[in-house]
């Protein structure tokens, strides 16, 4: 990232056309934009990409062609970002509120609304919301009677003479959800959205859409129900921050965008005579072929002003960067990235000497979804963690990490926030290999060069303290002395920058085959760290 303050770039492009056929016919339907985890008032990529106020010039010219426009969004945007740690999501609330006064917002839970581990925060940012807070498989029970009695269950709305079911689902804790008592979350998925289905069948709703915040897998589920119910239409969703498609015969649509506003959907629903109704969706890349809206971007200059107002620092040169880093959360969430390198680097140093022998984090720990390059600046550090991440130290066998890492290359080679940057050890996957059992080689540096990790011997590991304590599905044997959490990693990378800085030197290695850290075997047939 170069600079906070984007100037205001007048556009005079042409307009993207909404995904019209014969406009006569279709003027009058109903359109949705899909978007999901947006963490930003703001685009990113020096404002060049993504971004709300893109957004909402999409959705003003659907309006200017005569359509009926909705907004769904599949959760996850109070948390965590930089401006969350001041304000525990209201500038998200705020910018949500300004696109609902244009066209209705209908949003369900992500995991990351609950990571505050008390209530008010939350309880506060559904008071302050005007849009809708959807939820089928879950009640809040934040204790302030007015935040609880906002969500609503069986959701629908009117559409000229039609009417639109809409229900709407999150993610359990035992799948990567958040626990909280404040919170109660029905994990049956299917069996809730099945019986909120029926339900809005017996109301007469002439079509159902379903919001939710799954695994990709959960929601391919869920849309086979289109086989007993047709007035199913389309299921969207969030989590993986990845574009995410599939249209199957008697299967509803599954749709899913990129995070930040990158890439959302359009879905145009029209009704017939008949009551029949027809469903065409079409992918968007938000990049500056779409210009910003001029309202919208006032309120994102106000948020800037106010963080640079707390933050004046933030735009402060603290150090440069040897090679552009691409952190895009698809780049670090599936690959090994040389920021990331840098990050995990750091924390074998952070309870002094000996330097521990190993470590790693979530990918989804790196929060910046953007590149560093050149000067690297206070606000990259600060975009970086969105989130304060404490380290543990402990102790583990080589079989033990071996088994530990094995969570890290589970499920497909998509971008996964469990994907791991590593240290201290390289890695050889192949992902045609059943799960659990993809790791065919595991080395430790020695004298000379490489050798297998020792199954019996015990190695030092220096983890985030949410990994210790069974995150993203690492597990991590607790019968052995552990340090306290302590040390935080933000502060540990702010300090190596600014040494770095000290001495003159860049920071960033690239990453060769000669160094690589992760090595995923192509086909099989490759041999390892070759
Ligand atoms: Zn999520």
């Not at 129900?225 to 574009?243: D, N, S, T």
Request: glycine content about 10%.
């Amino acid at each position: 990232m170069k600079k906070i303050i984007l100037p205001l770039v007048v556009f005079t492009a042409f307009v993207l056309a909404a995904c019209t056929t014969t406009p006569v016919e279709k003027s009058s339907g109903l359109t949705f934009f899909h978007l999901n985890d947006i963490y930003r008032v703001g685009a990113v990529e020096d404002g060049t990409a993504g971004g709300l106020s893109r957004v909402l010039t999409l959705v003003r010219e659907a309006q200017a062609q005569g359509r009926d426009v909705h907004l769904l969004h599949g959760g996850d945007f109070l948390y965590p970002s930089l401006e969350s740690q001041l304000w525990d999501g209201l500038q998200m609330v705020d910018a949500m509120n300004f696109i609902n006064a244009v066209a209705p917002l209908h949003i369900t839970s992500g995991n990351h609304e609950f990571d505050r581990r008390g209530p008010e925060q939350l309880a506060a940012a559904i008071n302050a919301s005007e849009f809708d807070w959807l939820g089928d498989n879950y009640v809040f029970k934040t204790g302030d009677p007015q935040a609880d009695a906002a969500l609503k269950s069986g959701f629908t709305f009117s559409h000229g003479d039609n009417t639109v079911g809409v229900f709407a689902l999150t993610l359990h804790g035992d799948d990567g959800g958040n626990y909280r008592d404040y919170i109660d979350i029905d994990k049956a998925y299917e069996d809730v959205a099945e019986r909120a289905i029926l339900a809005l069948e017996q109301r007469g709703v002439d079509v159902i859409i379903g919001v939710t915040h799954l695994h990709m897998w959960r929601d391919l589920a869920i849309a086979r129900l289109k086989a007993q119910h047709p007035k199913l239409a389309f299921i969207v969703g969030g989590h993986e921050h990845e574009p995410q498609y599939s249209r199957v015969a008697n299967s509803a649509v599954v749709m899913k965008g990129a995070s930040n506003a990158r890439v959302i959907w359009q879905i145009d629903v029209d009704f017939d005579a008949s009551g029949g109704y027809s469903v065409s969706e079409k992918r968007i890349e938000l990049d500056e072929s779409v210009p910003f809206d001029p309202e919208y971007e006032v309120l994102a200059d106000k948020w800037n002003s106010r963080l640079l107002e707390k933050f004046p620092f933030l735009e402060a040169r603290i150090g440069t960067a040897a090679l552009p880093m691409d952190v895009r959360e698809e780049q670090v969430r599936s690959s090994e990235n040389s920021w990331g390198n840098f990050i995990v680097d750091q924390m074998r140093v952070a309870f002094g000497k000996p330097v521990a022998d190993l470590a790693f984090i979530n990918s989804g720990t790196l929060r910046i979804d953007d590149y560093i390059e050149g000067d690297i600046r206070f606000e990259d550090i600060g975009r970086t963690f969105g989130f304060s991440s404490f380290l543990r130290y402990t102790t583990v066998t080589g079989a033990e990490f071996k088994r530990i890492m094995e969570a890290g290359y589970r499920g497909g080679p998509e971008s996964q926030g469990y994907f791991p940057q590593v240290s201290g050890f390289r890695v050889c996957v192949d992902r045609s290999r059943n799960e659990f059992d993809r790791i065919v080689s595991l080395q430790v540096p020695v004298d000379d060069g490489w050798q297998e990790i020792e199954a019996d011997r015990e190695y030092t590991l220096v983890v985030p303290d949410f990994l210790y304590g069974g995150g993203d599905g690492y597990e991590i044997p607790k019968d052995r002395f552990a340090s306290r959490p302590g040390s935080e990693l933000k502060y540990l990378v702010l300090d190596a920058v600014l040494r770095a800085q000290g001495l003159g030197k860049a920071v960033g290695e690239p990453v060769t085959l000669e160094n690589r850290r992760l090595h995923q075997l192509r086909e099989g047939k490759e041999r390892c760290f070759h």
